[in-house]
């Protein structure tokens, strides 16, 4: 178990790290350009955002595997075979 743990652990905190710099400078990069071109078409986007970031994680992903699976051929092949 320990082996395990001394695997993992340093490639999640690296995954972590390295996810939290992104965001970081790119929500600040699109934020600045946001505000400095002020009444742009982008400014449209700020309520959908917001929109998005208010719904739980969990329920929007299933939200999108469903409509993927709904829409595409071929996403998740297995469900939609054992259904017919």
Same mark, same amino acid.
């Given at each position: 178990?320990?082996? *395990?743990l001394r695997e993992t652990v340093p490639w999640t905190? %690296?995954l972590i790290g390295v996810s939290t710099v992104l965001?970081?400078? *790119?929500?600040? *990069? @699109?934020?600045?350009?946001? %505000?400095?071109? !002020?009444g742009s078409r982008m400014d449209s986007l700020i309520?959908? @955002?917001?929109?998005?970031?208010? *719904? ?22 297995? @469900?939609?075979?054992? !259904? @017919?």
């Amino acid at each position: 178990m320990s082996s *395990i743990l001394r695997e993992t652990v340093p490639w999640t905190v %690296g995954l972590i790290g390295v996810s939290t710099v992104l965001s970081f400078a *790119i929500g600040t *990069i @699109a934020g600045a350009l946001l %505000g400095w071109t !002020r009444g742009s078409r982008m400014d449209s986007l700020i309520p959908t @955002a917001t929109f998005f970031q208010a *719904i739980p994680y969990f329920f929007l992903g299933t939200s999108c595997c469903w409509s993927l699976a709904a829409t595409c051929t071929g996403f998740l092949c297995s @469900a939609r075979t054992a !259904r @017919a």
